[in-house]
């Protein structure tokens, strides 16, 4: 499993190919974009600023089980 980042191409695996995950350009204007593991799922994550200031997180992909792409 390769876990990658700042190469402008954002890449969230199927389960089954190739576990190459990169969160694209993670730094933004109002926001930043992650790779998260909790509870062993993964998910690309997006944390950013709503219009009253309050921090936000959005999933953009998964959460995946992680033993999906280690076996």
């Known amino acids: 499993m390769v876990i990658a980042g700042h ?3 954002p890449r969230f695996p199927e389960p089954g190919d190739l576990p190459y995950f990169n969160d694209g350009s993670c730094v933004h204007p109002s926001s930043i974009i992650g790779i998260e593991i909790d509870n062993l799922a993964i998910s ?3 944390w ?3 219009s009253n200031n309050q921090i936000i997180k959005s999933i953009i992909a998964g959460p995946q089980n992680i033993h999906q ?3």
Do not use: P, W
């Open 69 to 71: 792409y280690l076996s």
């Open 48 to 50: 950013h600023l709503s």
């Open 44 to 46: 690309m994550v997006k």
């Open 7 to 9: 190469t402008h191409r």
